[in-house]
């Protein structure tokens, strides 16, 4: 059977959400809904530069949007 991917996604966002309700632990139902459901991972910048050194630093969501990629898709599909 093949379904549209409005429809996957609706199903995985209820098949996440069952899990986290058939949990337990307290810890691990935040753990869920944190990850997968409210997507608030910290992603973190490593960087290696001449004379100073390593840098670890939370990058900026705005650096983590995928959405320049998808704008590039689009535009590619209207020319």
Do not use: C, H, W
């Not at 093949?2 to 069952?18: H, N, P, S």
């Not at 992603?43 to 630093?57: H, K, N």
């Not at 990629?69 to 590619?76: L, M, S």
């Amino acid at each position: 059977m093949v379904v549209d991917g409005q429809q996957r996604l609706a199903t995985t966002l209820l098949f996440l959400i069952a899990l986290r309700d058939i949990e337990d632990d307290i810890i691990r139902k935040q753990q869920i809904t944190d990850l997968y459901l409210k997507n608030k991972v910290t992603i973190y910048r490593f960087t290696v530069t001449a004379g100073t050194g390593r840098q670890i630093e939370k990058a900026p969501k705005k650096q983590r949007t995928s959405l320049p990629f998808f704008r590039g898709i689009r535009a590619a599909a209207v020319n």
